[in-house]
């Protein structure tokens, strides 16, 4: 069956670095996505890998190793705003997305 | 970047009674949209997905005439809660993909409450 893998929650300090891992197996590959939910919103984009390697936008990174069914999202300079849930999805063959069940990022002042 | 809509963004409605949310996608047109729900501090889980000019695809253990969804044209998807029941209340979200995208990202909708009471 399809599976993504994430930690249900984790907590950091303002400032500081975070790096949230998520680990897929899943039917074809079309690319990998992260998205930032704030509780009560709808989810928005953060990144998109398709091949591997590094992709840095700001204050965000995110990495994918396809051989290994694995990425992750690098926070830095973490900010009170950063609480939030953080989503990674699959894109499977069939051009579906499969999510994660997404981690609860807790920033402590 | 492109800009989906949903409407209302909230509603409560007695049991027994229907309620329809709309989902348009502002500024590309889209051939597939999505339909999500989602429980407090639970994930997104697929209901549907929704197919212009033909029949929605819905995920095991969504009842299809409990929840009808109508994609009559490419920029517009909407969802129908029948006979709603106090266990329908939940956050419903559609998203979208720009087919002429540069990437397979789907923009979301800003959700719709619905309490059933």
């Known amino acids: 069956g399809q599976n993504i893998d994430q930690p249900t929650e984790m907590t950091a300090t303002e400032g500081a670095i975070v790096q949230i891992n998520c680990t897929y197996q899943t039917s074809g590959f079309n690319g990998l996505f992260w998205y930032q939910q704030h509780a009560g919103e709808a989810p928005t984009f953060l990144s998109y890998n398709v091949l591997d390697g590094l992709e840095e936008k700001g204050r965000f990174s995110s990495f994918l190793s396809r051989s290994k069914g694995y990425s992750y999202l690098l926070l830095k300079e973490l900010q009170m705003k950063d609480s939030a849930s953080y989503l990674c999805?699959?894109?499977?063959?069939?051009?579906?997305?499969?999510w994660g069940a997404g981690t609860k990022l807790i920033i402590k002042p | 970047g492109a800009v989906v809509s949903q409407h209302p963004s909230w509603v409560i409605c007695k049991s027994g009674t229907s309620v329809k949310i709309e989902c348009r996608s502002l500024d590309f047109q889209a051939t597939t949209m999505f339909w999500y729900r989602q429980f407090p501090k639970q994930s997104l889980m697929l209901m549907a997905t929704?197919?212009?000019?033909?029949?929605?695809?819905?995920e095991q253990g969504v009842e299809k005439d409990k929840f009808l969804i109508n994609h009559a044209s490419l920029t517009l998807s909407t969802l129908t809660v029948t006979s709603a029941h106090p266990e329908d209340s939940s956050f419903y979200i559609c998203?979208?993909?720009?087919?002429?995208?540069?990437?397979?990202?789907?923009?979301f909708g800003p959700g719709t409450r619905l309490t059933v009471t």
């Open positions: 999805a699959v894109m499977d063959s069939n051009y579906q997305l499969i």
């Open positions: 929704s197919n212009e000019g033909s029949k929605a695809t819905y």
């Open positions: 998203s979208a993909y720009n087919e002429r995208g540069p990437t397979y990202e789907q923009y």
